[in-house]
């Protein structure tokens, strides 16, 4: 089974977690029958952690998770935080194939989707 | 004219400062003839900062400016800080029409681009 681990940040704000549990929703619908699994994990603040949102999966039956990093910049958490806590759920589910997607501010679509949503609020 | 202004937080790493300037080049050939200035600001750690971002579009002709806050949650950055930053700048700038977008996490498609993100990186 394929599975998709979005990995926000995480917050001591409550609203900014769910927001994510609520695009997790959003992204499992538009994700049809491309991912059998979705669901989040926080870098920090929130739970569940990485590691226990991989291990999560894996429960699940999951075979293949791609954890996609919901940053917009390729700083210190995109570049080393966030491939440290994979690793530990790599080593926690060693029969699983894990690996990270590119981050999202770095999606080639981010520049039309800015300029889609200040055309939209005229 | 109208002018699109994007609006990070900022950094104290010099590459994700200049990755939203390379994103604002993007975003202004994406644009093409819908906007006639894009430029960014910072809400803090980096320059411009908001203020003076809307008043060096000002002082380029700008008659209306969409300020578009790039940032994923609706935390209190975008909630009161952001709107105190441009309501300087509408004070400086009192004959141009100014306004702030919905916050890009916001967007609708955000869900689709993560999917595709995810997709493409199989």
């Known amino acids: 089974m394929n599975a998709l681990l979005i990995v926000a ?35 920090e603040l929130a739970e569940p952690l990485i590691p226990a949102g991989i291990e999560a999966l894996a429960a699940k039956g999951a075979t293949s998770i791609l954890v996609v990093p919901y940053f917009l910049a390729r700083g210190t958490h995109v570049a080393s935080d966030i491939p440290e806590e994979v690793e530990k759920g790599k080593v926690a589910c060693p029969d699983v194939d894990i690996s990270i997607t590119n981050y999202f501010g770095a999606s080639p679509s981010v520049p039309e989707l800015l300029v889609d949503l200040a055309v939209a609020s005229r």
Do not use: M, P, W
């Not at 695009?23 to 870098?43: I, R």
């Open 9 to 43: 940040h995480g917050s001591r704000r409550v609203e900014s977690n769910d927001e994510i549990k609520a695009l997790t929703g959003k992204v499992a619908a538009s994700a049809g029958d491309q991912f059998d699994l979705v669901d989040c994990a926080y870098l």
